[in-house]
């Protein structure tokens, strides 16, 4: 069964250093996401990416965060002056379309951590 | 803004029993449920998509119900096994394709 895949599984970053996470989502889904879960919290929405735009963004995504598909397969996440709250795991998403009968489909996450 | 809740947190059953997970939602204006797996250290594993026309959606051992205007579900898992012990995650799905998170109930089924 086609799955997200997420590179790399654990992230060890300087505070202030960038980081970029790196994702495939399944290849004919159209619709991509970033979710974190910060440790014993839930998981919360970051931001959705649709047609090489950002569609939604929550309070989180602020100007230190940014989304990219480079090429026809990868999807990014960019954090660029990491902070020690940006510690957590990092999930990746994807859905064929944005119906009501669309699953979303994640990838085993990216464990991020800020020193 | 949606706030999702999960009864219970934790639960502990053993190997047979048949079990009910609860989720309540605060804003009934959803596209969707989604109710999830998940194992420790891992991602989420999509169970079950229950669309806000239905009001019950199948999969194997697993039922979901959907009552939207009250804001509830349930996920139903008929004769535990070992193997389903997890955290179980029940996400509404909001404009924006926006999935809110409950906290999750914990659940360990014992052999």
């Known amino acids: 069964e086609p799955e997200v895949t997420q590179t790399p599984s654990h992230q060890v970053t300087q505070m202030g250093q960038e980081v970029i996470l790196r994702c495939v989502p399944i290849?004919?889904?159209?619709?991509f996401y970033w979710y974190r879960q910060i440790l014993g919290q839930k998981v919360e929405f970051l931001v959705s990416?649709?047609?090489?735009?950002?569609?939604?963004k929550s309070e989180i995504f602020d100007d230190q965060f940014s989304v990219e598909r480079p090429d026809g397969s990868n999807f990014t996440l960019k954090i660029r002056s990491t902070k020690l709250e940006d510690s957590a795991m990092y999930f990746c998403?994807?859905?064929?379309?944005?119906?009501?009968?669309?699953?979303?489909?994640f990838g085993d996450g990216t464990r991020l951590s800020i020193l | 803004k949606q706030e999702v809740t999960q009864i219970p947190a934790a639960l502990s059953v053993p190997e047979g029993e048949n079990l009910v997970l609860n989720c309540s939602f605060t804003?009934?204006?959803?596209?969707?449920l989604q109710w999830f797996r998940q194992d420790p250290g891992k991602g989420l594993t999509s169970l079950l998509l229950?669309?806000?026309?239905?009001r019950e959606q199948t999969s194997g051992r697993l039922n979901a119900s959907l009552d939207k205007s009250s804001g509830r579900s349930t996920l139903y898992i008929a004769a535990s096994q070992p193997g389903d012990s997890a955290t179980y995650l029940c996400?509404?799905?909001?404009?924006?394709?926006?999935?809110?998170f409950g906290a999750g109930t914990i659940l360990r089924v014992k052999s």
């Open positions: 998403a994807s859905s064929a379309g944005d119906l009501s009968n669309q699953p979303q489909h």
């Open positions: 290849s004919n889904h159209l619709y």
């Open positions: 990416f649709y047609n090489n735009e950002i569609s939604e």
């Open positions: 804003d009934s204006a959803i596209y969707n």
């Open positions: 229950i669309q806000s026309s239905q």
């Open positions: 996400a509404p799905l909001r404009y924006g394709n926006k999935l809110v």
